[in-house]
């Protein structure tokens, strides 16, 4: 094996840096951990009995499934972490006994994967049978009387994972009928009851209707390797919640925009909804839901004032106020502001997040001042007819509050006359008709008394920078035989297989490299990549000539607990914290963040990625590029790029969508993060837009990303998506896609095949290995 590995590990002592680092994954838990419901019975005292039931109880879902899972060496569960701080679990019966259930299911599942395997030779097995964890019998009378305390825990569990959607039914998205009756029996007879939801996602919460006796419900999501300790801090007190909702929690499936469209058409899917996406929708059509986007309490109270609005060079300036007006408890806020954009000309949605801003915790009855920019790159909208990005002309109403549902109107603005940011081209045309989704009227609000600003925007010409080539890569590409070319245009793939299920990697565990062909000749070093994005994605342990090295990492919450935190800095140390690993095991390349729009609740993946909303998504994920990237050499992938909205039939699926909604809600994301972090690389993802496999698009991968967006980093197929569907090699270096990954036998062929056949032209074959060399020269292979 080859000496990459920066520091190996030959025995299992902890180190320092899983303690550092699991601390930074427990305090991200901690600020992302939604308290949906509280009539006052938490905090709880502290050393008290609790009766604790429910599947992750003991079973603690700490992540989800396929590549975004993570081998750490340890989760600390609820029941454990509640018993560290000093709570005595009296439920020791209901719980061992669910022991028993899980395993038998687990045994169940393990044979059923067992004879897919069998049965379809060869096929991946993450085309999924997903495990679902069983509910745990029904709680007895007994159970009850001998568990000798008057407060009551049910933990409910979800798993979702790569390669299969959630179900809207019991047991995944609805809730099994064993686990209402549980509730029903603890409402009766105990005097608290808490609902701890630790799933990946949206779960039906229809059933609150049934069951309003609940006193307490927390979203504790997954939360990664301390996720136990983290929500025994909330429970308890010593921290008191502070995370938001990134979705809506609508009060039945049937309420989402994508249900209501659902034409049970598992090829061809249709965006009808356009634009409104989670509360674009939610908010525009006037549906109530169960909770709100933005939505999340505190165990204190807070005010949020506007001490002064105004306008400068095209930008709006807000000085905030927020003080902690409660009497107990300390507190983070996180202050939200949105904004009705004119809806003169097009249709838009009722409004939209444009900032946020979480506070320092804040003791009782004290206060932060921060000022605030809102950009109007974030009011922009897009005009497919003249493919531009405009202002529209009219009236703009700005929002702030704590949730997308709690706001006060603080100004108008009025642009007097339309003007084009952006000039672009039209791309990923609609190839079939699609109509999508129209409000019938959208309402405007007109208050008094409310500071109107009138704001002149003029028309912007986009000058693309010309980015200096950098001679000495141009130097070296040129030196390539073409051969070589084709070789650092695939990753690293094993020579001898070829077999899809083959790749390389001199980092146990980690899903690929590049070449390292070229070693011996030119010194240009193979790197590695690793998934995430839950922390990073390598063997617990491994064999080395006959020594055991062990590859403790540590499991971060994911995603959607991530973006619950609304807050920049602690995502920058996830990001940093992650990097160290990969610097100490020798990863270059992490395939994280992900970042696709929650579509649909029931999107397996969804836990991996941030929101319903771009903006919020933007930041997130350009936040822990920031601090990943931090570190001399460690590159982040933003990735699917786009539109990986479903997991069932990924592959061979195709969005139907308006270029509009397209670049409003699907790839809005994408750009901010670019522009805010500048990551060195992206992947494409698995599916089609408008009949076009998006790793062989021209239009996102070159126009959009290089041209639009002046992207200068290197762009990446997802993993065989050139072999198993139906993209191509050759179309994706075309398209400006410059990394085949993993790479195999097959794309090399299908490259070599098309050059001899003049399809291909060496300047194309040259572009993207210049790309890919930059990355390989930019990585900790060379840059300490
Ligand atoms: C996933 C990617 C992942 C890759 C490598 C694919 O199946 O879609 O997100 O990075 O595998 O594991």
New binding site residues.
């Given amino acids: 094996m080859e000496e990459i590995i920066l520091k190996k590990h030959y025995n299992d002592k902890i180190t320092e840096r899983e303690i550092k680092n699991s601390l930074i994954s427990q305090k991200s838990a901690e600020e992302g951990i939604v308290l949906l419901k509280n009539d006052g019975v938490l905090p709880l005292k502290h050393n008290i009995n609790i009766a604790l039931y429910g599947a992750g109880a003991r079973k603690t879902v700490k992540g989800g499934w396929g590549?975004g899972d993570v081998n750490e060496r340890k989760s600390t569960s609820i029941e454990e972490g509640l018993k560290e701080i000093g709570y005595k679990i009296t439920t020791n019966k209901w719980i061992n006994e669910y022991d028993i259930i899980y395993n038998k299911e687990l045994k169940k599942w393990k044979q059923k994967c067992k004879d897919f395997v069998n049965e379809n030779k060869g096929q991946y097995i993450?085309d999924s049978i997903p495990f679902i964890s069983p509910c745990g019998r029904i709680i007895t009378d007994t159970d009850i009387k001998k568990s000798n305390t008057n407060v009551a825990i049910y933990v409910l569990s979800r798993t979702s994972g790569?390669g299969a959607d959630r179900k809207n039914e019991k047991g995944d998205f609805k809730l099994f009928d064993e686990e209402i009756e549980n509730l029903k029996r603890l409402v009766k007879n105990y005097k608290k009851v808490i609902l701890i939801i630790n799933s990946g996602g949206i779960i039906d919460t229809s059933f609150l209707k049934e069951i309003p006796e609940i006193n307490a419900i927390i979203y504790m999501s997954q939360a990664g390797c301390r996720g136990g300790n983290a929500i025994a801090n909330i429970l308890s007190g010593k921290v008191t919640p502070s995370g938001k909702l990134s979705d809506t929690w609508a009060s039945k499936y049937e309420d989402y925009p994508v249900c209501i469209n659902n034409d049970k058409d598992v090829i061809n899917i249709k965006y009808k909804e356009g634009i409104f996406v989670g509360y674009r929708y939610f908010d525009t059509f006037n549906i109530i839901p169960n909770f709100e986007f933005g939505y999340g309490l505190s165990y204190t109270q807070f005010s949020i004032n506007i001490n002064d609005i105004s306008i400068e060079n095209e930008k709006v300036l807000l000085s905030i106020k927020v003080k902690n007006i409660g009497k107990k408890y300390k507190g983070k806020e996180v202050v939200q502001i949105y904004i009705s954009c004119s809806n003169n000309e097009q249709n838009k949605e009722y409004q939209r997040l444009v900032g946020f801003k979480k506070t320092k915790l804040l003791k009782p009855g004290e206060e932060q001042e921060f000022k605030y920019i809102v950009d109007m790159e974030n009011m922009k909208s897009y005009n497919e007819k003249i493919a531009s990005w405009i202002l529209e002309k009219g009236k703009y109403t700005l929002r702030i509050g704590n949730s997308s549902r709690n706001t006060e109107t603080i100004a108008y603005i009025n642009i007097n006359k339309t003007a084009i940011i952006q000039k672009v081209k039209n791309i990923c045309n609609l190839k079939t008709n699609l109509k999508e989704y129209k409000p019938n009227e959208l309402k405007r609000e007109d208050k008094l008394n409310i500071p109107t600003f009138n704001l002149d925007i003029k028309d912007k010409d986009f000058v693309k920078q010309n980015k200096e080539e950098d001679k000495n890569i141009k130097l070296v590409i040129n030196k390539l035989e073409t051969k070589e070319l084709f070789n650092i245009i695939c990753g690293a793939h094993n020579p001898r297989s070829r077999k899809i299920k083959f790749y390389k990697s001199v980092v146990p565990g980690a899903?690929g490299e590049t070449t390292s062909k070229l070693k011996e000749k030119y010194s240009i070093e193979n790197i590695v990549f690793s998934?995430g994005p839950a922390g990073i994605h390598i063997k617990q342990k491994y064999n080395d000539n006959g020594k055991k090295v062990y590859q403790y990492c540590t499991a971060m919450p994911i995603g959607v607990l991530l973006a619950q935190t609304w807050n920049e800095e602690i995502l920058k140390e996830v990001g940093y914290a992650v990097a160290q690993e990969m610097k100490e095991f020798g990863i270059s390349v992490w395939?994280a963040p992900?970042m696709n729009i929650h579509r649909d609740p029931l999107c397996g993946r969804n836990f991996e990625y941030f929101s319903e909303d771009p903006f919020l998504t933007g930041k997130v994920a350009g936040n822990i590029v920031l601090g990943l990237q931090n570190i001399n050499g460690i590159s982040a992938t933003l990735?699917?790029f786009a539109c990986n909205n479903k997991e069932n039939n990924r592959i061979f699926s195709n969005s139907i969508i308006s270029e509009k909604a397209l670049r409003e809600i699907y790839l809005r994301g994408f750009e901010i993060a670019i522009k805010l972090s500048n990551p060195r690389a992206i992947?494409t993802s698995?599916n089609k837009i408008n009949g076009v496999a998006t790793s062989n698009s021209y239009d996102l991968c070159t126009e959009v990303l290089r041209n639009e967006w002046e992207f200068n980093g290197v762009v990446m197929t997802?993993?065989f998506s050139q072999t198993i569907g139906d993209a191509c090699a050759k179309e994706a270096i075309k398209a400006g896609n410059d990394l085949i990954m993993p790479g195999n036998v097959k794309d090399i062929e299908d490259i070599e095949k098309n050059y001899k056949e003049g399809k291909l032209d060496i300047e194309d074959l040259k572009k993207c290995a210049t790309n890919i060399l930059k990355v390989i020269i930019e990585s900790n292979k060379y840059v300490k």
Wanted: hydrophobic residues 40%.
């Fill in positions: 590549s993450m790569e899903v998934d395939l992900g990735k699917h992947m698995y997802d993993w």
